[in-house]
């Protein structure tokens, strides 16, 4: 499954909420260097669906805010 994830790095506080289109809105407290923005977002998903984060992988957008998400099941 493939989802769209709009990323806010930087954030005070992690929060995963999603819309009514089917896309998320991850805000993260990393910053957005040497991928550990990217590395949170996978984490953040991967607990707000109650899964493992080795099945959350950004397949593209990885230097943009706008990200597409594959999540394995």
């Known amino acids: ?3 769209t ?4 790095p930087g954030a005070k506080r992690a929060a ?3 819309s009514a289109d089917g896309s ?3 805000s993260v ?3 957005a ?3 550990r923005a990217n590395a949170a977002v996978e984490r953040a ?3 707000h669906l109650g899964i493992a984060s080795s099945r959350v992988f950004i397949v593209a957008g990885k230097t943009s805010r706008k990200k597409i998400v594959e999540i394995i099941e």
């Open 1 to 3: 499954m493939r989802i």
């Open 5 to 8: 994830v709009t990323v806010k």
């Open 16 to 18: 995963v909420v999603p």
């Open 24 to 26: 998320f809105a991850v």
């Open 29 to 31: 407290s990393a910053p």
């Open 33 to 35: 260097k040497d991928g």
């Open 45 to 47: 998903l991967a607990e």
